[in-house]
């Protein structure tokens, strides 16, 4: 078998490697026109370089500027003259025994090709001197003996003398009239009598070509080439170049041509030039020639082409087209380089571009707009063969606010050359205001994954977007976005199927987006799905667009529904007892699956006989299956009351999410009834100073009510602690012993008031009894008056004088302070308004910088406060600013402090007259009032605040005498 594929794959090889595909060449030598319309072609046709004498009129077709004509006749002449040639081989010492030997086997081929009958030849060879080797014969054989008899030598090469006897020697002994010289050498003379020039004369003379072929390609092949190209002959530059054949060729006379006759269907005498190309086949094999001609100018009829318009509705600020027809009188119909001009109100339409009818490659246009319109220039040719269209016009409209006609006119059309003449068509195109335009797209994933962890489809929601962009000049009012699921999709409750896009209203290129959540339900198989989204506005009807999702096959998905037997209770049993829990589980996904089952107990149940777990094998999509277990109530539990417990089950499996089931059941109890009732006072008030009752005494009753013992009980009270506190060793929270059916029980505390108490409060009493689960509030409101309090007041301060410190220093202040209630005092230290943080009858500051500081001290007992402040001068100098310029100044402390309605201010100067201004700021450091504002001599005088007007509140008292600068604080009461 192998033997008879690898010769059969020869044979193949061999037989395609033979192929040789033929070469095919027509060439134009000359163009007759003198019968024009009528075209007579001279038309030499050669087939892998001979030339083919066997050609008819079916082997040529004619092409005139690209359009075929009809040939009316082909004439190809018998070629089959007989000739006489005499070959001269030159063996002299520029040829060498390379030389010869090439010459040789050149001169065998061409013998060969002899018809031995009425072809013959001569042989001449030559060095320093020429000889006649074989005379004038047909004899093949005789002639190639005399050829293989030559033999090189080192003589000279009389070159030009040989050639001349060789002329000589066809014109005496020729007997065919086709007579020619053939020279096979390398080209050197070097010795004879006669010159190159002499040759060329005797052999036009003698009307005897000399074909010459340069042996070994160098030497002196130039004088060769000048040798047959000035006697009518033909140069070979090499003698492995094929040229025998065509030689033989030339000799027979086949290099003459064939008459190819056709009549022209452009009858137009306009001058120009015209390309002819003839095509000749032959064998399934083809081959192109070309040449020009040209008609002399002359009065031609016209040839008419009918010109019309095709126009759309055009649109303000949007382009169309205007397709331009032509339709000649008679086909074919010729179109040069021209121009055609345009008339139109080119306030109405707007030139952009022009293009060709694909029909017409060698035709190309431009299109330059004027002030009336436009002009086409057309550059190169098209042939009509049949009416359509030719040119596409592209126009983008003006501006209007109605509906207008606009003329569009082509008001000429000249041509480069041609006789066609065109008409002047109008066409009224209709201009419209912009219309509402919009283009709707939509994206979303165009696949979706399903994930065993989650259940679900990834991603999950499938956000879907709709996108509306406004491609118009109209601005869009309203949008809005709609979308159509597939069966097993839904969409999120937030993202509604119509709603309004985002925004509503849309100018011109702007874009407005609807999107939507959605899910899809679990497929048994992989599928590919189709939503339809759509939006629309107030001036635009409803555009559509189409997005498919692809979905695969989803996993098993368990989802599990819960329910039990009820249960009642009879006395101290229950029924059913164990009671029947049912589970049923469906598949919701895509694939079958084993699913586990179990159930997860609270203390109060457990399983009959201890089964919590099921099995169920192999559910399959869309099915279900169920598993029962049989529950019993632990009746050692206690229960007062109908109780609720719950059960969670769990499913589990491979290759899908747990799913959880968590089912409330519902234990019937006994009759639980418990009372409870605070006893204590409504109010407690201030009386002489002292509260009433203090402390309060709060007893809570609890009564069972109930048929069945309580046991484990507890009571706790709870108060607003910023009004009361328990009284010292007692607790909030107590135990309460076994009540019997019908029993009491009564817990009592004591509680105090909070001091100070700065305004009248309500504080809510709580008591929570609990046995077991089951709690009981109780609830009291109390009224507390407000206590009578006194505001601390600062009766010493240090230092009471302040000197002016120096950067770095480090200074201690202090208060005394005094509260007649006996309330326990907070002191806040402030620099600048800042707090410190020093809860402290003392307060430590280094000054690190130069300045003015404020330090201030507020003494507080939770209702009302005293302040104290300094002014700290740090200075590098001891000008005004230093020592002395505080050292005499003081302001004493403001009485009575708090004030209603006046108070009294203090203050004392040092010697000299001192510009003195003391104001009221309240806490953000505003002016209320402003007490004086002069000058006053050195001592201690003082000012009356009149605070009729003033709201209660704490406030600044400031004193400024040049750069001294005290302050203090005051409280306003009512």
Sequence with gaps: MFLRSSFWSLIFVFLCGSVVLAQVVPTISKIDTTGFPTVRLHVTTTINSEVDPNLTKANFTVFEDSVEQTVTSVSCPTQTNAFSLVIVIGRGSKMGAAGVTIAKSAAKNVIDQFDGVMDEGELIVYSSSHSVMVLMTTDKTFLTQGVDGVTATNDANHLWDAVAAAINEVVGNAGNTVQAVLVLSEGTDDGSNASLSDVILLANASKIPVYCVSVTGGGSSQNLKSLSDNTGGKYWGNAGSGFETELISILRGRNKPCIVTYTSDNLCRDGFERLVQVVVKKDNESGTGEERYTVAAAGSPDERVTVDFAAPEFESGREANVTLHIQPASFPGRIY?????????TSKLHPRSVSVDGAFPALSAFMTPTQTGAEIALSGHAVITSAGAFLTLRFEGGMTQQAVDVPLTLSSFTQDRGCTVANSPTINVRLIPPQPRAELSASGPLQLTWSSALGSYEPAPAVIIAELRNTGLVRLTGVTG???????ATLDASTPAQQTADPPDIDPGQSATVSWKTYFAPQTSNKQVRLTVSMRSNELSSVARDLAINIPVAGPLMRATCSYEPVIRSGDAYSPNPFAFLVIVKNAGGTRATAKVKVNLP?????????TEHTLSSVVPGGADSATFLLRIDTTHVILRDTTVFVTTVVTGSGFPDDTCQTAVRIPGQAFAVACDIITNDSVRVISGNYVPDPLPVAVQVENQGSAALVG???GLFFDTTVFRLADGETASRSIPSLSPGGKYTEQWHLLVQRPLCKDATSKLTTITRFGTDTLPCMKQIWVEQSENQAPVIIARAPGKLDTLAPGSRQVFSVETRDTDGDSMTYRWLVDGSEQGSD????????????????????????????????????????????????GFELHPVFPNPFNPSATVRF?????????????????????????NREYPPGTHQVTILGGRLPAGMYLVEMTAGAVRLTGHILRIR
Aim: proline share 2%; hydrophobic share 40%.
């Design 603 to 611: 203390s109060i149940l457990t399983a009959h006989n201890g089964v």
């Design 713 to 715: 009980g507890e009571i």
């Design 482 to 488: 709609s979308i159509s699921l597939p069966g097993g």
């Design 908 to 932: 004392t100067l040092p010697a000299g007259r001192h510009r003195v201004k003391i104001r009221v700021l309240d806490m953000f450091g505003r002016e209320v009032l402003q007490l004086v």
């Design 337 to 345: 380089s021209g121009v055609l001009t345009l008339q139109f109100d």
């Design 840 to 887: 402290s009858t003392t307060f430590a500051m280094a000054f690190d910088s130069a300045g003015t500081y404020t330090v201030s001290c507020i003494v507080g007992d939770g209702c009302l406060s005293d302040t104290t402040s300094w002014v700290v001068i740090v200075s590098n100098t001891t000008g005004i600013a230093g020592s002395g310029a505080i050292r």
